[in-house]
């Protein structure tokens, strides 16, 4: 069963969703706010599609922000890359530079006003960073970071990447810890989807103005909860 709801689902949401993506891009040359329709549209295909087909369905513990926060979730799949613009009211995600190479799928995310992070953390890339993250606040946007970097497998708990705690000093933001544990039912590196439901876990405020060591004990914490 788990072999034939993988490959349906993998026929119905990437042919569709490539469609999706297309007209995003044409969404995305009207305005930046029909460049969210038209993600908003792609993550709602796929979170109905992972669950009528895959039968992977999501739980939300908590209520998620709106507006000028830093929300900081937990990475072990990517589920919940592709879930955030429909989780969220209008989200600038964090994604790695090299994404936005990806043909008009990376056009819609620069547009979409998605913040790039280039790997060397050089200060140029830091500066491109807070630059359109800037814009995000201006905006009323949340701020979407994976804090770890990466996809990390179920029970590991890895340091955190410099890039949060940079982001939470400069712009005086608080930040919404998310713990999941969507990396039981969509294995890292895995085509294999197992039905079930991923639990997405909204946790405690962590206020703005925290000294470093004190705000990445809190956030590694809060993120690495069973949810």
Do not use: C
């Amino acid at each position: 069963m788990v072999v034939l709801r993988s490959i349906a689902f993998a026929l119905v949401f990437y042919v569709v969703g490539a469609l999706l993506v297309i007209a995003a891009g044409f969404d995305a040359v009207i305005s930046r706010r029909r460049a969210h329709v038209g993600a908003r549209r792609w993550s709602a295909f796929f979170l109905w599609s992972s669950s009528r087909i895959a039968g992977v369905r999501l739980k939300i513990v908590g209520e998620p922000p709106k507006g000028p926060v830093i929300v900081a979730m937990k990475h072990q799949a990517a589920y919940e890359t592709m879930a955030a613009p429909r989780l969220f009211h209008w989200p600038a995600v964090v994604m790695k530079a090299e994404l936005m190479q990806i043909p008009v799928w990376g056009w819609v995310a620069r547009r979409h006003g998605s913040i790039p992070v280039d790997r060397d953390a050089s200060s140029a890339a830091m500066r491109t960073m807070l630059r359109v993250a800037e814009q995000a606040v201006a905006e009323g946007r949340e701020i979407v970071i994976f804090p770890e970097g990466t996809r990390t497998p179920v029970g590991e708990a890895p340091p955190l990447k410099p890039g949060v705690a940079g982001l939470y000093r400069l712009m005086k933001l608080p930040v919404v810890p998310v713990a999941l544990d969507s990396g039981t039912l969509w294995p890292r590196r895995s085509f294999w989807k197992r039905p079930g439901t991923i639990t997405m876990r909204f946790g405690e405020v962590i206020p703005a103005g925290l000294d470093r060591k004190t705000f990445e004990a809190r956030l590694h914490a809060a993120i690495n909860e069973v949810p």
